[in-house]
């Protein structure tokens, strides 16, 4: 061991602590053999024992009997304070949770007040005339005939009427268009009918094309039911449906 | 972790749900400790009895901050009374210099010695520069191990190594100029 490195370790020698065993016999070997390093264990031992001394006249200071009083006075009036804020704040919370109760109550009643774009679907009349259905498939494009032209087919349908005339109002515009694949009509005969109105969305499940301004609207139709699985099979558009 | 830091631990927590026996129970175990290490920093026990009532009080609004991850409630404590001696330090207005006398033994003759030896050791300590002086006092008078004073100053292990060596070697230098080649402790031992 050299002198540098007993240096490193001359604190801890002396202090006996944080020194392995191997390292603590190699430090003391090097004492042994060096006049230089004795004398500075020597030192640093007298000053560890001095400083024990030292330690020891202080070991034990009387703590004044008032400083203990004085703590638990502090401790309770911060407990008293805490309680206090805590009263506060629990109030506080409360009238901010009912504001937001009564908000969120509002804009709910304020939202269902505002009705949905789509009512359901809802039945207007029920009757079992002698169908006309369409013989030839539905058109290929499947796109719904805008309301301008279904009025001019059942104006070229129908016999001149006088405008406004209530009985014009609500007559079907037209053929049947079969909204499943109908290898014959048979069947059909005698199947009922039911007028409905309808969200036009509805066709779309039918494979119907809806343009952006019918997709919102509500379409008031014929519908053909299947006289045994009462599945629809066709529609009828009604003039006059918005 | 040793029971005696868990204890610590468990008093700190019950502290902090308003359990005032807990506060009274950790004050009477860690107050030796906080006034001793604010004694030996300034030498002056006016002093250490306001930090240890700004520690115990730093306590009360602040014992959340407390991390046992950093170290424990013992290593807290001294931290906070650390920054409080310092603060005083720096204002001067507890002057090592006017270090109070220590309080008279009772047997005075067979105590002399050890009175001369308090008396040195304790001008040599508090002569130390501040950051010298606290690892002194947590490693050698409070007996700290190195973990647990670098705990305290918040600095590295390898930082406390060498302030310590540093400081007892100055300390040594010291002591052993005024008695002229030993420290004086076997010289003043022998006079009896």
């Known amino acids: ?242 | 972790m040793s029971a005696e830091h868990s204890q610590d631990d468990s008093l700190l927590q019950r502290i902090a749900c308003g359990d005032r026996d807990a506060f009274a129970e950790l004050y009477r175990r860690r107050r030796a400790g906080v006034y001793r290490f604010a004694l030996q920093m300034s030498g002056s026990e006016a002093l250490a009895e306001d930090v240890v009532q700004e520690v115990f009080l730093a306590l009360l609004d602040h014992g959340r901050r407390y991390d046992p991850a950093r170290g424990h409630v013992a290593s807290f404590l001294l931290g906070i009374a650390r920054n409080h001696v310092l603060r005083a330090l720096a204002r001067r207005r507890w002057s090592v210099e006017a270090a109070e006398e220590p309080a008279v033994q009772e047997d005075l003759e067979s105590d002399l010695a050890t009175a001369e030896i308090v008396a040195a050791v304790r001008a040599a300590v508090l002569a130390l520069p501040v950051r010298f002086r606290e690892v002194v006092v947590l490693c050698d008078l409070e007996e700290m191990d190195y973990a647990e004073a670098a705990e305290t100053l918040r600095c590295p292990v390898g930082t406390v190594r060498s302030r310590l060596h540093w400081a007892r070697r100055t300390l040594a230098e010291r002591l052993q100029s005024s008695h002229r080649g030993s420290l004086g402790i076997k010289a003043a031992r022998c006079s009896l």
């Open chain 1, 1 to 242: 061991m050299k002198c540098r490195e007993f240096e490193a370790m001359v604190v801890d020698l002396a202090r006996e602590r944080g020194l392995d065993e191997a390292a603590r016999s190699r430090a003391i070997a090097h004492a042994e053999t060096c006049l230089k390093c004795a004398h500075r264990l020597e030192l640093e031992r007298e000053l560890t024992e001095a400083l024990h001394t030292l330690a020891a006249s202080e070991a034990s200071p009387h703590a004044p009997p008032e400083e203990e009083a004085a703590l638990l006075a502090a401790f309770d009036r911060r407990q008293e304070a805490k309680a206090a804020h805590n009263h506060a704040a629990a109030r506080w919370t409360w009238a901010f949770a009912s504001i937001a109760a009564a908000a969120i109550v509002g804009v709910t009643a304020i939202w269902f007040l505002r009705a949905p774009q789509l009512a359901p679907t809802k039945v207007v009349a029920v009757h079992v005339p002698e169908p006309v259905v369409a013989s030839v498939p539905a058109p290929a494009s499947r796109v719904m005939p805008p309301s301008r032209q279904l009025r001019a087919a059942a104006h070229r349908a129908q016999p001149r009427q006088r405008k406004n005339a209530p009985e014009t109002r609500h007559k079907p515009a037209g053929k049947f268009y079969p909204l499943l694949p109908m290898p014959s009509n048979e069947g059909l005969k005698g199947a009922p009918i039911v007028r409905v109105e309808m969200p036009a969305i509805v066709l779309a499940s039918y494979g119907w094309r809806l343009s952006p301004e019918q997709v919102t609207s509500r379409v008031r139709a014929d519908i053909v039911l299947d006289a045994d699985t009462g599945m629809a099979r066709a529609i009828r558009f009604v003039n006059d449906w918005r």
